[in-house]
């Protein structure tokens, strides 16, 4: 029931792109996006709904595939301040649960 | 305002103590969420409120009692807990329960049960 995310670690140097992956087994009505910091609170990135996507940062985006019941999160010319866990959470019809994936450590190095 | 506060920031307690957790929000949000985080996992839903109701419990155990006085409060009574209760708690608020809306989380409380 829990989406799963891959990969479970990345690293990158700054500049670098990465994707983050989100998959779950149920039909979705929603995808979250959140970024944590070591010893933070989870901080909201972006939200994507049925029929769309929605970008919420500037070189962070993201595309939810209703079909696939998959979300991907997109990071272009990373900078030091992505560093963190990334996680998605899921939002399954008639439910108001917000279920987080598994998570996505990133680090980025000078 | 965008911010959610949780109070205390560290607790530690004995198995037979009783304590709260204080979690406020003044963005007018009429859903409100606990969640449990244990190291390197995900959050998991324990409570949802919506307004001022219980909607959501997660077949959370009886010594966890939430409590929602106001649209702005929302307290977890701890009483009896147990060692692997440790962990750090968060507190969260969204305008409203749909999937369509973002939640905004608090600090949290580091949660240290002995």
């Known amino acids: 029931q829990q989406p799963v995310q891959s990969p479970q670690a990345v690293i990158l140097r700054e500049g670098e792109d990465a994707v983050i992956n989100c998959s779950s087994s149920?039909?979705?009505?929603?995808v979250h996006w959140y970024r944590q910091k070591h010893g933070e609170a989870p901080v909201f990135l972006m939200i994507?709904?049925?029929?769309?996507e929605q970008k919420g940062h500037e070189k962070i985006s993201a595309s939810f595939n209703e079909k696939k019941q998959q979300s991907s999160l997109y990071l272009t010319a990373s900078q030091l301040s992505y560093s963190g866990t990334y996680f998605c959470?899921?939002?399954?019809?008639?439910?108001?649960?917000?279920?987080f994936g598994t998570g996505t450590r990133l680090q980025v190095f000078p | 305002d965008t911010e959610v506060t949780q109070t205390p920031k560290h607790l530690v307690m004995g198995m037979t103590n009783k304590k709260s957790l204080k979690c406020e929000q003044h963005?007018?949000?009429?859903?409100m969420y606990w969640y449990k985080q244990k190291a390197k996992k995900p959050p998991e839903l324990m409570f949802v409120?919506?307004?001022?109701?219980?909607?959501i419990n997660e077949s959370v155990p009886s010594r966890f009692s939430p409590e929602c006085p106001n649209s702005s409060l929302l307290n977890l009574h701890l009483h009896a807990l147990q060692p692997e209760d440790s962990a750090l708690y968060l507190c969260?608020?969204?305008?409203?329960?749909?999937?369509?809306?973002?939640?905004?989380f608090g600090p949290g409380t580091r949660l240290t049960v002995t």
């Open positions: 969260a608020s969204s305008p409203r329960t749909s999937g369509a809306y973002e939640q905004y």
């Open positions: 149920k039909a979705l009505y929603s």
């Open positions: 994507l709904l049925k029929g769309g």
């Open positions: 959470g899921t939002v399954s019809y008639n439910t108001d649960k917000l279920i």
């Open positions: 963005m007018g949000h009429r859903a």
């Open positions: 409120y919506s307004y001022e109701k219980l909607s």
